[in-house]
């Protein structure tokens, strides 16, 4: 917080560990039907680096969805769309990707994920996509980490930067 003409103080708020993104979640999913189905736990588990905010954007887009769909709960499938909502912004339907594209950015998002795959110390491949969204990616493959880290070490960044080129080396594969 800062106010001119006092000593300026700046308080830096980190964002949440896996418990308090859970507890989080629980704040914001009061007053929502949410189906048996969705763990909290889990669905916590796959936002690491959310804040609070963007946590009750989730719970927010999710609901939208099922409004929109004139439907009662949220479920799994609302759940994945909000977190690549927040992630990504909205699927862009109307961009116009010519097939040639399409193929390429499948095999660009095909060639981080086999990469990944073949390694040891890489985050398992969680979703992979080829959907246009509005923060200017035509895809992307998402890897969640298995257990909460707050350094990378030098073999991380090796295996991070591999995964990154895995993309592009497909490409030129393909």
């Known amino acids: ?3 001119p003409g006092r000593f300026d103080r700046q308080i830096t708020i980190n964002t949440p560990d896996l418990n308090g993104r859970v507890a989080i979640l629980k704040v914001h999913a009061r007053g929502k039907t949410i189906n048996p189905s ?3 736990e889990e669905v916590a588990h796959r936002i690491p ?3 609070g905010a963007d946590i009750e954007n ?3 887009e999710a609901a939208l969805l099922v409004a929109r769909d004139n439907r ?3 479920t799994v499938q609302d759940i994945d769309e909000a977190i690549d909502r927040v992630m990504m912004g909205p699927a862009k339907r109307n961009k116009t990707i010519t097939e040639k594209e399409k193929k ?3 095999y660009h998002e095909v060639g981080h994920a086999v990469v990944a795959a073949l390694q040891k110390n890489t985050s398992p491949v969680q979703k992979i996509t080829i959907v246009p969204r509005t923060m ?5 493959t998402m890897q969640i980490p298995e257990e909460e880290k ?3 070490t030098r073999d991380d960044v090796i295996c991070e930067t591999r995964t990154l080129l895995g993309g592009r080396c497909a490409e030129e594969v393909f």
């Open 38 to 40: 969705v763990d909290l």
């Open 49 to 51: 680096g959310f804040s």
């Open 1 to 3: 917080l800062l106010r």
């Open 58 to 60: 989730l719970l927010n």
């Open 72 to 74: 009662d709960e949220i």
């Open 136 to 140: 200017g990616s035509l895809g992307y």
């Open 104 to 106: 390429l950015v499948a």
């Open 150 to 152: 707050y350094l990378m």
